[in-house]
């Protein structure tokens, strides 16, 4: 709910902007504003994935997506994200957030997302999207037949597969229960 004003202004925006193709980019200009920042000075951790949520919000919404999917009754669900930082974005700091699809599988789309300032990467990160509809997943076949297929040199980088088999859980059907690993 933080950031629930803000979506709905960024959502507002997005569909005012020029329309865009899925298979392209969305760049954002965006500031680091007071409600980002921690106690270091400097936008939360934990933010960024929020945060990214804007960006991808305009590209689906400028690339017609987000209307489609939803008109279904659709919900993007995140499944598997991760991040990496360079260098810390400051109270009122200006920057991009620059938003692409990387690809797909047999289980989610993919993006790529980074927060850039002055055409210098400060943080990247790449997310598994899957979408949900009546309780299940939807297939790609589905997607496709609403979104359009993608270009066929749109391939998922080779150690996209691995990381998201590293890093996924067992599927809601089964069990998952807790305990560390060593």
Same mark, same amino acid.
């Given at each position: 709910?933080?950031l629930f004003l803000?979506?709905?202004?960024? %959502? ?20 680091? @504003? ?24 305009? %590209? ?28 810390? %974005?400051?109270? !009122? ?49 589905? %997607? ?14 080779? @150690?996209?597969?691995? @990381? ?15 305990? !560390?690993?060593?």
């Amino acid at each position: 709910m933080h950031l629930f004003l803000r979506t709905l202004l960024h %959502l507002f925006f997005a569909s005012r902007r020029a329309p865009l193709s899925l298979w392209g980019h969305s760049s954002v200009r965006m500031r680091a @504003w007071p409600t980002d920042i921690d106690i270091a000075g400097h936008i939360n951790n934990g933010m960024y994935f929020s945060l990214m949520d804007l960006g991808r919000f305009d %590209l689906m919404i400028r690339a017609g997506m987000w209307k489609k999917i939803r008109a279904k009754g659709w919900t993007p669900v995140m499944s598997a994200e991760t991040i990496s930082f360079r260098k810390s %974005l400051e109270l !009122w700091q200006r920057y991009t957030m620059e938003s692409r699809v990387l690809g797909f599988d047999e289980r989610a789309m993919y993006f790529e997302q980074c927060m850039v300032v002055d055409g210098e990467i400060y943080a990247r990160a790449f997310m598994a999207m899957r979408l949900v509809g009546g309780g299940k997943p939807v297939s790609n076949e589905e %997607l496709f037949a609403v979104i359009g297929q993608p270009p066929a040199d749109l391939v998922l980088p080779e @150690w996209i597969h691995g @990381w998201r088999n590293d890093v996924a859980l067992p599927s809601t059907r089964k069990a998952a229960p807790f305990g !560390w690993i060593r």
